[in-house]
């Protein structure tokens, strides 16, 4: 409802440009926003939780798997470009950004058991990064998976240099 008006108002245009309404656009948000609840619910069945969230520090990156490496590195991309994006008052780029992380997070949940720590850090940063523009799922989603206060109140997230810059051959 409320959350993929939001995400659809937000989400197509520059704010400098008019707002083209477009019914195909709103349903698209209804289709993201529900995959959005799919995968707060699915990470949550496979041990996704406050509990497991680490600090991005404990997380020992050479330890990692090259596929969760190289998830871990677009999450801190991520986190930047979300970040300078919102500075901007960009929110058409902060949803792509978003959308990009979501996609990333989809190719590797065969691997979500095993990296609970990295997907739970992920998830919770992705909760708060999206909490601006759909405030209504990422509460559910941020008391779901048992996290204390509502999401407004928590830090935002911080990325690290080390693992946004970009690798040339």
Known sequence: GT??????VVSDTPPERDFPWSDEGLEGCWRFINRLWRLFVFA?????CA?????NETIEFE???QNIQKLYKDYHTAVKNITEALE?????????YIRELVNCLYMNLD????????????????IKMIAPISPHICEEAWNMLGFNGIVSENSWPKYDERYTA????
């Open 111 to 126: 691997n979500i058991k095993e990296n609970l720590p990295v997907f739970s850090v992920i998830i919770r940063d992705l």
């Open 63 to 65: 330890k990692l798997q």
């Open 51 to 55: 509990q497991k969230c680490s600090s």
């Open 3 to 8: 959350d993929a008006l939001r995400l659809f």
């Open 166 to 169: 970009v690798e040339t051959i």
């Open 88 to 96: 901007d008052r960009a929110m058409n780029k902060a949803v792509a």
């Open 44 to 48: 949550q069945a496979n041990g996704v």
